[in-house]
């Protein structure tokens, strides 16, 4: 039987964490009268993690889990669990048992209202003030100002997902942050609620000011995305242009002289043959982008309903 819900945790060496998270989120969700599943992605964890996941999911046909043979980061495991999970709707959250499971029940409320996307905010965070809550603060500004969907907390792993719109979503890099701005392309409802966070019990975090590039650089990639998905054609366009206005010049200057002294200058000349050239493939790059986006986009409606979903309940990945 498909469950209602599924919850999605990337582990990564959460060895003393794991038991106690397995319980709350069972304590948390078996009161809500829902079928559920728990899928554990464990991130190539270098201690006791995989071992204790597998004994859970052996002694739980509700666990499933997900094995990496060497650590790939968070966002590839959490799309390897996303990929995974059959519920209806998709709960992801952290495995340092920071996010409180008790705080699912609101999240699903949430989408039962109508919402598609519903994220937690922490409120009242237990991290360190100057490596951790002061750069999440300038980060989140910053994506909000960027992508224009108002989060206030981006990286709150704690978030619910209609499956239907999360599956469709690529994930990669540090994009696990930035689902809600992808997803705006889609023009879903999107809501926020607060949600209780714990300080670290076990372990130690794997966060830290070393992923502030990584960020910077996928905000970038957001923005063009968002913005220029389905008008390539305009994109490309806008890039073409300073190689058109380079190509002038270089043929303003090339007519000028030879009018001038009747001599032509190679290096201007072929400069401008060079970025006119550019500008050419650049237009009809976009023009490709254009007729791949609808072809796509019809495909898209043709075939829409006719996918297998096919379940595996233990997968290991290279």
Same mark, same amino acid.
């Given at each position: =039987?498909?469950?209602?819900?599924?919850?999605?945790?990337?582990?990564?060496?959460?060895? @003393?964490?794991?038991?106690?998270?397995?319980?709350?989120?069972?304590?948390?969700?078996?009161?809500?009268?829902?079928?559920?599943?728990?899928?554990?992605? @464990?991130?190539?964890?270098?201690?006791?993690?995989?071992?204790?996941?597998?004994?859970?999911?052996?002694?739980?046909?509700?666990?499933?889990?997900?094995?990496?043979?060497?650590?790939?980061? /968070?966002?590839?495991?959490?799309?390897?669990?996303?990929a995974q999970a059959s519920g209806d709707?998709?709960?992801?959250?952290?495995?340092?048992?920071?996010?409180?499971?008790?705080?699912?029940?609101?999240?699903?409320?949430?989408?039962?209202?109508?919402?598609?996307?519903?994220?937690?905010?922490?409120? @009242?965070? /237990?991290?360190?003030?100057?490596?951790?809550?002061?750069?999440?603060?300038?980060?989140?500004?910053?994506?909000?100002?960027?992508?224009?969907?108002?989060?206030?907390?981006?990286?709150?792993?704690?978030?619910?997902?209609?499956?239907?719109?999360?599956?469709?979503?690529?994930?990669?890099?540090?994009?696990?942050?930035?689902?809600?701005?992808?997803?705006?392309? $889609?023009?879903?409802?999107?809501?926020?609620?607060?949600?209780?966070?714990?300080?670290r019990q076990f372990g130690k975090s794997?966060?830290?000011?070393?992923?502030?590039?990584?960020?910077?650089?996928?905000?970038?990639?957001?923005?063009?995305?968002?913005?220029?998905?389905?008008?390539?054609?305009?994109?490309?366009?806008?890039?073409?242009?300073? =190689?058109?206005?380079?190509?002038?010049?270089?043929?303003?200057?090339?007519?000028?002289?030879?009018?001038?002294?009747?001599?032509?200058?190679?290096?201007?000349?072929?400069?401008?043959?060079?970025?006119?050239?550019? $500008?050419?493939?650049?237009?009809?790059?976009?023009?490709?982008?254009?007729?791949?986006?609808?072809?796509? @986009?019809?495909?898209?409606?043709?075939?829409?309903?006719?996918? /297998?979903?096919?379940?595996?309940?233990?997968?290991?990945? /290279?």
């Open positions: =039987m498909t469950p209602e819900l599924s919850i999605v945790v990337p582990l990564y060496n959460e060895e @003393d964490s794991l038991r106690p998270l397995y319980e709350a989120i069972t304590r948390a969700v078996a009161p809500l009268g829902i079928s559920f599943e728990i899928v554990f992605v @464990d991130d190539g964890s270098r201690d006791g993690t995989v071992s204790i996941a597998d004994e859970i999911a052996r002694s739980d046909p509700r666990v499933c889990l997900v094995k990496f043979r060497r650590n790939y980061g /968070q966002t590839p495991a959490m799309a390897a669990g996303i709707v998709i709960v992801t959250m952290d495995g340092d048992l920071q996010n409180d499971p008790a705080d699912i029940g609101a999240l699903l409320s949430k989408i039962d209202a109508g919402n598609d996307i519903v994220v937690g905010w922490r409120f @009242d965070r /237990q991290d360190k003030l100057v490596s951790r809550k002061i750069p999440s603060r300038i980060a989140n500004a910053l994506i909000a100002k960027v992508t224009g969907v108002p989060i206030k907390d981006n990286g709150c792993s704690l978030k619910a997902y209609r499956a239907t719109l999360i599956k469709k979503i690529p994930l990669y890099s540090e994009m696990h942050r930035f689902i809600p701005a992808m997803a705006s392309i $889609a023009g879903p409802k999107i809501a926020e609620i607060k949600v209780q966070h714990h300080a794997k966060y830290g000011l070393s992923r502030i590039y990584k960020v910077l650089l996928d905000l970038m990639v957001i923005k063009t995305v968002a913005s220029f998905t389905a008008r390539p054609m305009l994109w490309f366009g806008m890039l073409s242009v300073p =190689m058109l206005v380079g190509a002038a010049l270089a043929f303003a200057c090339t007519v000028v002289q030879f009018a001038s002294s009747g001599t032509l200058s190679l290096p201007i000349a072929g400069s401008g043959v060079i970025f006119l050239s550019s $500008a050419i493939i650049l237009m009809g790059s976009g023009a490709l982008g254009e007729l791949v986006y609808k072809l796509g @986009d019809m495909r898209e409606h043709e075939f829409s309903g006719l996918t /297998q979903h096919i379940r595996v309940r233990s997968l290991i990945i /290279q």
